[in-house]
């Protein structure tokens, strides 16, 4: 499976530690951290057992390093995916939403995530944009894959209704034909 459909702009990646805190600042003061214990350690299994790396400077040096930066704008998130940038010509989208900013990177690196934000400011969108992408950039076809290619939980049907009826707004390669009402199931 292919996680990784991320490639960061240049702007973005010339982006220093402190612009990207001023951004994050001002963008409705955005926090990004790994799920952490105490000991600062969760999350950091993938540092090398010898490194010990336990102070809050080390873990923000850390993060910086692994947690990509937020994009300013849309092309910056989907240059790569032309389809995706005419489906948001098409909706009218002119800007991310500070959740989509953040989150549209993490979520195209193939990287684990939780956003929490208010409603009406773009969730949906910032999990559905690049959940297409990963779906229809397989290696396996989606004709030969077995089960969902993506599964959406809501904690209520008045919600699933609402992210449902956001998915049939987007038409990309085909993939709105398999989002109908038969993936709303309730028990």
């Not at 001002?26 to 600062?40: R, S």
């Not at 850390?62 to 989907?78: D, G, H, M």
Request: aromatic share 8%.
């Amino acid at each position: 499976m292919v996680k990784d459909f991320y490639e960061e702009d240049p702007e973005i990646t010339a982006m220093t530690r402190e612009e990207v805190v001023e951004f994050r600042k001002k963008n409705f003061n955005i926090i990004v951290e790994l799920f952490k214990k105490d000991n600062f350690s969760y999350g950091l299994s993938s540092l090398k057992k010898d490194e010990d790396v336990r102070t809050p400077e080390e873990i923000q040096d850390y993060l910086f390093q692994i947690i990509p930066k937020p994009v300013k704008t849309i092309e910056q998130a989907f240059k790569r995916y032309p389809e995706i940038l005419e489906q948001c010509r098409i909706q009218k989208f002119v800007n991310p939403s500070p959740v989509q900013s953040q989150l549209w990177p993490i979520l195209l690196k193939g990287l684990d995530c939780v956003g929490i934000a208010q409603t009406g400011t773009g969730k949906t969108l910032a999990f559905l944009l690049p959940a297409l992408i990963h779906i229809d950039n397989q290696t396996t076809p989606r004709d030969k894959r077995i089960g969902p290619n993506c599964l959406v939980l809501s904690p209520t049907r008045e919600l699933a209704i609402q992210i449902e009826h956001e998915v049939k707004k987007i038409n990309y390669k085909g993939i709105k034909s398999v989002c109908g009402n038969n993936s709303l199931k309730m028990k």
